[in-house]
């Protein structure tokens, strides 16, 4: 297991469009946690999972942003419309149960132009 | 809410020496988690050390260090012989261990290390 995987690393799109990320948790991790952190900022939370339901919701997630995590394994993040405001890195984390540490993944940076 | 506070945008230490980061954070719970953790550029976030609010003790790993005031909500990260790969982002974070369990983290201090 190579741990936290995102996909893309990067992703650079036009304003308006629609973007996906991907998020593949270290394996038999049941909750995983999306976050944002734009530059000069720490991250800030997003939403949470425990196997595939969806949890908590902040209230930083518009309803241009939805996420999912079918069948409790991989994690989608999508965003409609995109705004330059959304340009930023996105963050998953997973962890195995309650109390253990929160591994990260590398992130996907996205750029909207 | 929970809040948590790093004052120092930017710190640099001489290779070798030791630097402490400050972090302060605001909640109302009794039983919560902190943590620091390390973000080196273009790099995934790392754990460096973590602390459980019902434990008196400091906790240390190897050349990391805290020291941890409950009663002043002040958790500070002590480097001692610092190297040159513990140049990064340093972020000081606060879980309940309650609920979603999410992380609530500062602003950060980017860490030089001046050979």
């Known amino acids: 297991d190579t741990g936290v995987s995102q996909d893309p690393r990067h992703k650079i799109t036009k304003r308006g469009q629609n973007v996906t990320f991907r998020c593949d948790p270290i394996s038999e991790h049941n909750r995983l946690y999306w976050y944002r952190q734009t530059l000069g900022q720490g991250p800030e939370f997003l939403t949470y999972f425990q196997n595939e339901a969806q949890l908590e919701k902040s209230r930083l997630l518009s309803d241009r942003f939805s996420a999912e995590r079918p069948k409790g394994s991989f994690s989608t993040l999508e965003i409609q419309r995109t705004e330059q405001g959304d340009s930023a890195m996105y963050l998953c984390a997973s962890s195995w149960d309650l109390n253990t540490e929160a591994f990260f993944g590398q992130g996907t940076r996205l750029t909207v132009v | 809410a929970q809040t948590v506070t790093q004052s120092q945008p930017e710190m640099s230490v001489q290779e070798a020496e030791t630097v402490t980061l400050s972090c302060t954070y605001d909640t109302s719970e009794s039983d919560y988690y902190l943590f620091w953790y390390k973000q080196p550029p273009s790099r995934q976030m790392i754990l460096v050390i973590r602390?459980?609010?019902?434990?008196?003790q400091n906790a240390t790993e190897n050349r990391f260090s805290v020291n941890f005031q409950k009663a002043a909500k002040s958790f500070s990260l002590k480097i001692s012989d610092s190297q040159l790969g513990d140049a990064a982002m340093y972020f000081c974070?606060?879980?309940?261990?309650?609920?979603?369990?999410?992380?609530?983290f500062g602003q950060g201090t980017r860490l030089t290390i001046n050979p």
């Open positions: 974070a606060y879980r309940s261990a309650q609920g979603a369990q999410k992380l609530v």
């Open positions: 602390q459980e609010a019902y434990k008196q």
